[in-house]
């Protein structure tokens, strides 16, 4: 594909359950990032991987968060005992190298917790 | 601590008009600066960039400023566009580190 794309791009889910949200960047970026936005508001940078490094995890807001990159390339975001607080739109973005690069954004996750 | 912000909410314009979104961000250290354009129900979209050794940077219809003195970041946008109605959002990135600190937003809304 030509962006970033994540699946699902819905997720409603009870309070207390896990969910998966998963981000495939574009082909040959080896930066990735998760961030979440709340509504109307900015967005929050959760985590940051950069190719073989060890993650940037200094934004998950608490420990039910968690998140994995395979082979460099496709990334799971995981958060366990889901809370109603957790509502709100993750996104994922990529970019070619470091950090100055643009980063590029995925559609997004829009996670509703009932 | 590092704050990135903005001076207005929201932003009303004619069609045709020019436009221009304000940011403040508060750490000097900021190398790095990014305007993003955010569609409802997309992700956000690059725009424009600029890097701490410059004050001006022009793209296609947008010019970004950048005031070091002041710390003022700005996005202008000519002869506005029914496709420019959109958030957004100013992002900075402080030298060595590994995530970009975003703004709260400015919803711009084009009148015909």
């Known amino acids: 594909g030509a962006g970033v794309s994540q699946s699902p791009s819905n997720k409603v889910t009870e309070k207390g359950k896990d969910v998966e949200l998963r981000c495939d960047p574009i082909?040959?970026?080896?930066?990735l990032y998760w961030y979440r936005q709340s509504l109307g508001q900015g967005l929050e940078f959760l985590i940051y991987?950069?190719?073989?490094?060890?993650?940037?995890k200094s934004g998950l807001p608490s420990d039910r968060f968690s998140a994995e990159r395979t082979g460099g390339s496709v990334s799971t975001l995981t958060i366990q005992r889901t809370q109603q607080e957790d509502s709100a739109v993750y996104l994922c973005?990529?970019?070619?190298?470091?950090?100055?690069?643009?980063?590029?954004f995925g559609p997004g996750t829009r996670l509703t917790v009932l | 601590g590092e704050s990135v912000g903005l001076h207005l909410p929201t932003l009303s314009v004619q069609e045709g008009d020019n436009s221009i979104i304000n940011c403040a961000y508060s750490?000097?250290?900021?190398?790095?600066f990014i305007w993003y354009k955010q569609e409802s129900g997309k992700g956000p979209q690059f725009i424009i960039d600029i890097r701490s050794n410059m004050d001006k940077r022009q793209g296609q219809r947008v010019t970004v400023l950048l005031n070091k003195t002041v710390k003022h970041l700005s996005l202008q946008i000519a002869a506005t566009q029914p496709g420019d109605s959109a958030v957004y959002f100013c992002a900075e990135n402080i030298g060595g580190a590994q995530k970009l600190v975003f703004g709260q937003g400015t919803r711009l809304t084009i009148n015909p």
């Open positions: 973005a990529s970019s070619f190298t470091k950090n100055t690069d643009t980063q590029y």
């Open positions: 082909s040959g970026h080896t930066a």
């Open positions: 991987f950069q190719g073989n490094s060890a993650p940037d």
């Open positions: 750490n000097s250290a900021s190398d790095y």
